[in-house]
């Protein structure tokens, strides 16, 4: 017997409302900060059907997560004072905000799979490599910060969340009041916008020397903060050559610039589920991220003990949870791959 869509759709609920049980009482759901400040949003079909959402108390928010058990939730990066108001930062009451990366891959040349929205090794370590190139070569040596000033968040899909918390509470309450301008001028300098070649500083002149493999050319850039002379005394090929290894070194970050920038962001919440994928929004230390294999780790492990028969009507790219590797002949499949194929909407029905 198959299954109607209002019947799958059913028992995916019931299966994210059994995840927001054991998230709740293991107390692994993330309880937003100051939450009577701040804005909840959450969707099932969509990522957001609703926003301006707002509770009292943490018991209240956790009752409503319960009851609901949305497949995306998410909370404002912003504290308000009036959160459920309906419109932007000037009528919410917007008065701090948190800083935040969200480093959003997308498919890479290494990727076999046709669909873009797809995952696989390839793009998940690509995202995971962009991690510790913002913390590594930006966050820590040019601005200061330590590991422990860092929390990274496997966004249950394909990137990262990359708060910035540092532990000195006057650099945090400095940071946390900035507005978009300054917020703006941070992401525009871990990009690279409008790098100056007449005068390159000294972070960029470090990432981009480390690049360069010519020793002739390695010499005279280290001799001169100038770059720009010394690039148009060389020939067109050179030229072109030398100009495409500063534009590959500031085309390694793929960071979503609106989550910076925008006053009233949300961002997924920590320990939720990705209504996509069926993936945990899973916080992961700096210390245990080169080992982290979200297609492992961040599935969450009953989802893997209970299996349903299944036909796949379309052709689906592979898809590894796990150890084992499932394609569009599989006809027994774990919950984490029901929930990870109706979240990308492959035609499939339970039989």
Same mark, same amino acid.
């Given at each position: 017997?198959?299954?109607? &869509?209002?019947?799958?759709?059913?028992?995916?609920?019931?299966?994210?409302?059994?995840?927001?049980?054991?998230?709740?009482?293991?107390?692994?759901?993330?309880?937003?900060?100051?939450?009577?400040? $701040?804005?909840?949003?959450?969707?099932?079909?969509?990522?957001?059907?609703?926003?301006?959402?707002?509770?009292?108390?943490?018991?209240?928010? !956790?009752?409503?997560?319960?009851?609901?058990?949305?497949? +995306?939730?998410?909370?404002?990066?912003?504290?308000?004072?009036?959160?459920?108001?309906?419109?932007?930062?000037?009528?919410?009451?917007?008065?701090?905000?948190?800083?935040?990366?969200?480093? *959003?891959?997308?498919?890479?040349?290494?990727?076999?799979?046709?669909?873009?929205?797809?995952?696989?090794?390839?793009? !998940?370590?690509?995202?995971?490599?962009?991690?510790?190139?913002?913390? &590594?070569?930006?966050?820590?040596? *040019?601005?200061?910060? %330590?590991?422990?000033?860092?929390?990274?968040?496997? %966004?249950?899909? $394909?990137?990262?969340? /990359?708060? /910035? @918390?540092?532990?000195?509470? *006057?650099?945090?309450?400095?940071?946390?009041?900035? =507005?978009?301008?300054? $917020?703006?001028?941070?992401?525009?300098?871990?990009?690279?916008?409008?790098?100056? !070649?007449?005068?390159?500083?000294?972070?960029?002149?470090? $990432?981009?020397? @480390?690049?360069?493999?010519?020793?002739?050319?390695?010499?005279?850039?280290?001799?001169?903060?100038?770059?720009?002379?010394?690039?148009?005394? @060389?020939?067109?090929?050179?030229?072109?050559?030398?100009?495409?290894?500063?534009?590959?070194?500031?085309?390694?970050?793929?960071? *979503?610039?609106?989550?910076?920038?925008?006053? /009233?962001?949300? !961002?997924?919440?920590?320990?939720?589920? +990705?209504?996509?994928?069926?993936?945990?929004?899973?916080?992961?230390?700096?210390?245990?991220?080169?080992?982290?294999?979200?297609?492992?780790?961040?599935?969450?492990?009953?989802?893997?003990?209970?299996?349903?028969?299944?036909?796949?009507?379309?052709?689906?790219?592979?898809?590894?949870?796990?150890?084992?590797?499932?394609?569009?002949?599989?006809?027994?499949?774990?919950?984490?791959?029901?929930?990870?194929?109706? =979240?990308?909407?492959?035609?499939?029905?339970?039989?």
């Amino acid at each position: 017997m198959e299954t109607s &869509d209002g019947e799958k759709l059913n028992l995916i609920k019931r299966y994210y409302r059994e995840y927001f049980k054991d998230a709740v009482k293991n107390r692994w759901l993330e309880i937003p900060e100051d939450i009577r400040h $701040r804005e909840i949003g959450y969707g099932y079909l969509k990522k957001v059907d609703n926003r301006n959402l707002s509770f009292d108390s943490e018991r209240e928010y !956790l009752r409503w997560v319960l009851d609901r058990s949305p497949f +995306h939730l998410y909370k404002s990066l912003a504290y308000m004072e009036h959160p459920s108001s309906v419109g932007g930062a000037q009528k919410k009451g917007l008065f701090r905000r948190e800083i935040a990366f969200d480093i *959003d891959v997308h498919r890479v040349k290494r990727c076999t799979h046709k669909d873009d929205g797809w995952v696989c090794n390839h793009c !998940l370590e690509e995202g995971k490599n962009q991690v510790f190139i913002l913390i &590594d070569e930006f966050l820590i040596p *040019d601005f200061g910060l %330590s590991k422990e000033d860092i929390r990274i968040v496997f %966004s249950g899909n $394909r990137g990262y969340h /990359i708060y /910035i @918390k540092p532990r000195d509470e *006057d650099i945090r309450n400095t940071i946390e009041h900035w =507005g978009r301008e300054e $917020r703006r001028c941070l992401i525009e300098y871990i990009l690279g916008k409008n790098l100056n !070649l007449n005068y390159v500083g000294s972070g960029w002149r470090r $990432r981009i020397l @480390k690049a360069i493999k010519n020793k002739r050319l390695l010499a005279q850039l280290e001799r001169s903060n100038n770059w720009k002379s010394i690039i148009e005394r @060389k020939s067109e090929r050179e030229k072109k050559r030398i100009l495409k290894i500063i534009e590959d070194v500031k085309n390694r970050l793929e960071l *979503d610039e609106k989550v910076m920038e925008d006053d /009233i962001r949300l !961002l997924r919440v920590i320990g939720s589920l +990705h209504g996509y994928t069926g993936f945990v929004v899973k916080e992961v230390k700096y210390n245990s991220l080169e080992y982290f294999d979200p297609l492992k780790d961040a599935v969450y492990p009953k989802f893997n003990r209970e299996y349903y028969n299944v036909k796949i009507k379309e052709r689906i790219d592979s898809l590894r949870i796990g150890d084992n590797l499932y394609t569009y002949r599989s006809r027994e499949v774990p919950v984490s791959v029901i929930l990870y194929l109706f =979240g990308h909407g492959v035609d499939f029905e339970i039989c």
